[in-house]
């Protein structure tokens, strides 16, 4: 189908303040097979499944199709809450890869103004892929699950009571009718490939993984630019596999390590973390590979704020890192985590610590990006706390509160810790649920 003369899909994405790049150029496939725009797009929605079509059936199939042509008529998809909810707020999640993949990027332009009436595509080309190929992870990280870690599904079943099942969230789970079909399926795009994002579970201990990264050298796509989000815990698989020498390999490599927390916070909340192999990871990538780019990833929750500051503070202090390599992403979910869901006075002594650092990284010269990030805490903490009192009572919040000591309590049972043993300087909040008898129906 050809486009028509009124039809310029080119000159509506300009224009369109929803337009996102990804349903052009890109597929999210998550562990148990579910094929998305992104990965934050809604959690238990999918526009497709690998476990029933190809990528290249979804590619323009209705769901597909109509997402394109909303993105295109500047309507917002319903499914898209991250970026629809964080405009005001924040450079939303999209406006990243508008930068990175549309602006300035002649070949993906020409891809959207090939766009046909019906929203669909005449070439399934990828340029960007982000394929979770199994849950396999070593950590049980507490603002994760079963769903992207095969460590958390014992725990998972204690904790709620479950009994053993076959389903989504309570197994080992690969996408695909079968554990090859991803890597296949992905494989034919490598040579044109711009950039691979590798999540899990735990990609570098994921064999799929490494024959990525082996077929884009076979095919002379050095220059491919790699994104991983790991744990950080380890760089081999097995004694052929070492993730630092194929870096070696490639011309931009990105490695944003996920780490909530440092010493033993870090080991409670991302639980089977061994904080000095962490260290060690560090100081062998500044030996080895110091053209890697490194972030610390961050996921700001309440219960880790106040070691966001200790954390960032002592790795710059250490010459881990410049004081702008850190990426901090806020925590909607769980959302007895969130930092939404907590009185307003625990808020404001957040806030002052945050402010602290913030001019103590002006201090040291960190770029106004990184002060922003902060300053974005801070609103997105007030921002969702006033829109939170307009439609939940302070039952609500309550609520929260006692899901926060439901589970922590249980959780702890379970793995033999004890969060305010760990995180003393939330006492406080533990005096409150006391006060307000938000935790005695849930002694054990």
């Not at 190809?54 to 109509?66: P, R, S, V």
């Not at 962490?278 to 780019?293: D, G, I, S, W």
Request: proline share 4%; with cysteine.
């Amino acid at each position: 189908m050809e486009n028509n003369n009124e039809f310029k899909p080119l000159d509506l994405a300009k224009k369109s303040r929803t337009f996102c790049i990804l349903p052009w150029i890109h597929q999210y496939v998550g562990p148990p097979g579910d094929v998305k725009p992104c990965c934050v797009y809604e959690h238990k929605e999918q526009i497709g499944s690998l476990k029933e079509n190809t990528l290249k059936e979804i590619w323009n199939n209705d769901a597909t199709k109509a997402m394109r042509l909303k993105f295109l008529n500047g309507e917002e998809d319903a499914n898209c809450g991250r970026c629809n909810s964080r405009v005001e707020l924040e450079a939303e999640f999209k406006n990243k890869f508008n930068d990175d993949f549309f602006t300035n990027n002649q070949g993906n332009q020409a891809v959207v103004a090939a766009t046909n009436p019906d929203g669909s595509l005449d070439d399934h080309r990828l340029v960007y892929m982000d394929v979770r190929f199994n849950n396999l992870c070593n950590l049980a990280c507490r603002s994760c699950g079963p769903h992207f870690s095969t460590s958390w599904i014992v725990d998972s079943r204690k904790l709620y009571n479950k009994k053993v099942k076959e389903g989504m969230d309570d197994e080992f789970q690969f996408p695909g009718k079968t554990e090859e079909q991803a890597l296949s399926e992905m494989t034919p795009h490598l040579p044109t490939m711009e950039s691979v994002y590798f999540a899990g579970g735990e990609p570098l201990m994921q064999k799929e993984h490494y024959e990525v990264l082996n077929t884009l050298v076979e095919v002379g796509n050095s220059d491919c630019h790699i994104r991983y989000n790991t744990n950080f815990t380890k760089f081999t698989m097995g004694a052929k596999h070492d993730a630092i020498e194929y870096w070696k390999r490639f011309k931009n490599v990105n490695v944003n390590a996920s780490l909530d927390g440092s010493h033993a916070k870090a080991e409670y909340w991302r639980y089977g973390t061994v904080w000095k192999d962490v260290v060690a990871n560090r100081q062998r990538m500044l030996q080895e590979v110091p053209h890697v780019r490194f972030n610390i990833g961050f996921t700001l929750s309440w219960p880790n704020a106040f070691n966001l500051i200790e954390f960032h503070r002592e790795w710059v202090e250490q010459g881990y890192i410049h004081p702008d390599n850190i990426l901090i992403n806020c925590l909607d979910g769980p959302p007895y985590y969130s930092l939404k869901n907590i009185p307003d006075w625990k808020k404001a002594k957040i806030e002052t610590a945050l402010r602290d650092q913030i001019q103590w990284l002006k201090d040291r010269g960190a770029s106004s990006q990184t002060v922003f990030m902060y300053e974005t805490a801070i609103g997105f903490m007030h921002q969702q706390r006033a829109l939170l009192s307009q439609t939940v009572p302070e039952g609500g919040l309550h609520d929260s509160l006692k899901n926060f000591s439901r589970i922590t309590k249980k959780l702890d049972a379970i793995r033999g810790e004890s969060f305010f043993d760990v995180f003393p300087e939330h006492l406080d909040i533990k005096e409150y649920m006391t006060e307000h008898g938000l935790h005695d129906e849930f002694d054990y």
